[in-house]
């Protein structure tokens, strides 16, 4: 479901407003925000994003929530 709904964000031009927060080690909480805006490329199981110039690759299960205008559309089963 992560990669249906990033595409569907895309395809409609929303991509750019919304949020994804996944899991990243180390950061606060474990996690990170990325911004649509740096979406570089959905694929069929993970997606790249841009950052100080570099594309970090991340695979799907790291994918917690995504939001949209601040309100979440998707959200891992097992998250709280």
Same mark, same amino acid.
């Given at each position: 479901m992560v990669i249906q709904t990033l595409n569907r964000l895309k395809s409609t031009g929303r991509l750019k407003n919304c949020e994804i927060v996944i899991l990243h080690r180390g950061a606060e909480n474990n /996690?990170?925000?990325i911004r649509g805006e740096e979406v570089a490329e959905v694929k /069929?199981?993970?997606f790249l994003f841009s950052e100080q110039g570099k594309e970090i690759f991340i695979p799907n299960h790291r994918v917690v929530e995504i939001r949209l205008d601040k309100k979440a559309i998707w959200k891992r089963s097992h998250e709280k």
């Open positions: /996690r990170k925000i /069929r199981s993970y």
